[in-house]
DNA sequence: ACATGATTTGTGTAAATACACAAATCATGT
DNA sequence: ACATGATTTGTGTATTTACACAAATCATGT
């Protein structure tokens, strides 16, 4: 083992020969580094690893039992920031023991084919130190364990760019007929059955390889739902998502929605990225209708910042599903609403703020309280104005009705003044 | 006096005389009848009175003080039945004593041309009464009286097509120049000026000439508002009214409209009659918009009777005013509220009533109480009800976004039914 | 500067509302 | 028929909300 310069030929030799058993793939590196070995697909399952059973630590030996990396273990190394650097680097990292996780001493390295993450390879170095060459070593191992990569996915890659077509044909409605969308689907080894919804994540700014990385690797390794296709369009990611469990899709679109904002903000030091999600739909035919809805969202989130922050699906963009319409209806109708015009009088005449009031109210649900808290009022002054604002107006405000038309109309003023 | 052969000519010859002087009028009939005669207009303004003093009565003092006849009198005469009759009859009409009005025993005919009223003639008789042939005599005084009336609305009936003409050009919105218009006005005599808003009342069945003539009667009689302009258009009756008083407009139009409901219900003893008015414009060329929205508020008040029940101004339809608009739209979005449809699946499974309580609960303004009684039920029954609303959807009851959307669709949803 | 009326805030009380719990009723499937 | 869970109703209590009144502050015009 000290015929270091014959090492990287035995390496190629070795790989060459099982290429296309990977069981024996981690032993013949572990052969050659002296320690156990792992290797690890995009979405931390366990592809390969060496029987080594020196040096074991407790996270190897979960990874092993469940053929997956336990969740803790995972994010413990993105809380320690480490994997940030696997995916950022082609070289290889050393990780120092991470006892409250269960890791031992390690070195890492990604294997990636341009910005998609394909996998990893850990080597559990314990108490023993690797030399800079045999780190150079393992890039190197990295290299090769990238072609097994590529074939194993040998079908989806030599697809890859029709399987964006596909997409863009789910997507824009291209395709119509469900037997061509199922034989294609087929074809690209998509699954479209179940519930499925289109997630668009928007970037604020330009894409980077980096984001673009980060993203695909967050688009993998996500659990409850199954990413299917994922593409980049200008600075918004689009994935088409399907539910495993097919209890609450909505509770279920807006977590993982909610989970990767989370991630990919803070992994990259981003803020400002939205998510949105079209509605839940079984009939592949209708991913053009939930694509439609995902952007409507983000376009909708774009105009009410504030009021829709926490809104994600389209279903629950309530009165903003159709927001744009009344705006021109109403601009059409060329009708000023009567209440609202007579506190507006009242307000500039007597520089009071009765409107701005009744919006507070309106927007809290009509609980005083809350509205007056919102304006940082007594609310004893809130009942005051709701008083003047009942005589001013005229306004029942048990109305229903009135209320209803008021709260629309005070959006679409709004909308008037950008 | 006894040559009752000869009181025809005579009364002819007095009339002819008199014809431009109207203060003689009445002297000359008083002769003829020997007792006190009161000629009014349609308005009940007094038009002549005889010098008479003998039989005199707390009314007649009232009237002639005034000039007009006392409200109290009219609506004695009203609640006893005598108008109806005197209106629909051109016979003289015999009034027995009415001590709780001041009205001695009398008698009336009425003078009209075709259905509308132009007056009434009034004689005192008092203990006298009056012989067949003089009542025949009143009769034949009436038509020549008309005479008088109708040389005296010279100029309003020498145009009276062409006034039907210019309104209608109003309605339609024909005429947008404001000189033209306001010389066209001057031309017939009506005032354009100042606050103003079309009336519409809708008779539900076709229009008899004794419906028209009581309505003619009734935009004749109004005080706190001036009837301008008014036709008959299919079974509805147009009026263009301005306001006397600036102050409260809507409070002035709604209670012309319920009085003129009310009356006119009462004296042709007819259901259904629906009164609505556009919004208050200041500018003639705006009238077009107003009758517009008059007949909008009808078309709305038929489609949703209950709802509309009290509301006669088009400012006052809240969301009814683009209720129709909005059908179209979430049709064309072509999709179902994801609450409701949550509520109504749940519904259809379990044989609850989860929907319609949420319903009573949105339009009793969320008020637990007011839903539950309308819905019969008890109030825990209510909350028990809403808390299931609130697992079953998954909707917060406090968000006013989604609590305005689903008030909507459900009466966009009610109105795929119809 | 003063008077006036509108507005804001504090205090207290009455009424309305929410909520927990128990009992009764109902629907449904085995 | 029975068990089960959902639903309805009754009862009582704690909390919230509405409202009246008073005092203080502010704006405005004379």
Redesign the pocket.
């Known amino acids: 083992m000290n015929n270091f310069p014959n090492q990287p030929e035995q390496l190629k030799n070795s790989l060459n020969e099982v290429m296309d058993s990977p069981e024996q793939l981690a032993d013949r590196i572990a052969d050659i580094f002296e320690c156990p070995i792992t290797i690890e697909d995009s979405n931390h399952h366990v592809v390969s690893y060496s029987k080594h059973t020196e040096k074991i630590d407790e996270a190897r030996i979960g990874t092993i039992m469940n053929r997956k990396v336990p969740d803790k273990v995972i994010n413990g190394l993105w809380k320690k920031g480490v994997m940030p650097r696997l995916i950022d680097s082609d070289d290889p990292i050393i990780i120092p023991e991470m006892k409250e996780i269960g890791l031992g001493n390690r070195v890492a390295v990604s294997i990636r084919k341009k910005n998609e993450i394909l996998g990893f390879i850990w080597a559990h170095t314990g108490d023993k130190k690797l030399s800079e060459e045999k780190l150079q070593l393992l890039k190197e191992a990295a290299l090769l364990v990238k072609k097994f990569f590529l074939k194993r996915r040998q079908r989806k890659r030599k697809s890859e760019e029709g399987n964006k077509d596909f997409f863009w044909q789910l997507l824009t409605g291209d395709i119509t007929d469900n037997n061509e969308i199922q034989q294609q689907a087929k074809q690209f080894n998509m699954v479209l059955e179940g519930k499925m919804a289109i997630v668009v994540i928007q970037f604020p700014a330009n894409v980077t390889e980096q984001m673009e990385k980060h993203a695909y690797y967050l688009s993998e390794t996500r659990v409850n739902v199954q990413v299917v296709s994922r593409l980049f369009d200008e600075n918004k990611f689009i994935m088409l998502v399907r539910f495993i469990k097919e209890d609450h899709p909505s509770k279920l679109v807006t977590d993982f929605i909610h989970q990767f904002i989370e991630k990919i903000s803070d992994q990259l030091n981003l803020q400002g990225i939205l998510g949105s999600s079209g509605i839940v739909v079984e009939a592949p035919h209708k991913i053009k209708d939930s694509y439609k809805q995902a952007e409507k969202v983000l376009e909708m989130k774009a105009k009410f910042p504030e009021e829709l922050q926490y809104t994600y699906l389209y279903d629950e963009l309530g009165v903003y599903q159709f927001i744009d319409e009344l705006y021109k209806i109403r601009k059409q109708q060329n009708n000023k609403n009567k209440y609202i015009e007579k506190l507006q009088t009242?307000d500039t005449k007597?520089?009071?703020?009765?409107l701005p009031?009744l919006r507070a109210y309106l927007q809290s649900d009509?609980?005083?309280?809350?509205a007056?808290k919102q304006l940082?009022?007594?609310?004893?002054?809130m009942?005051?104005?709701?008083?003047?604002i009942r005589e001013v107006a005229e306004l029942n405000l048990k109305d229903p009705n009135q209320k209803t038309a008021i709260y629309l109309d005070l959006i679409v003023e709004n909308m008037t003044e950008t």
């Open positions: 009242y007597h520089r009071t703020s009765l009031t009509c609980n005083v309280y809350d007056a940082f009022i007594h609310p004893n002054t009942n005051y104005r709701l008083k003047r």
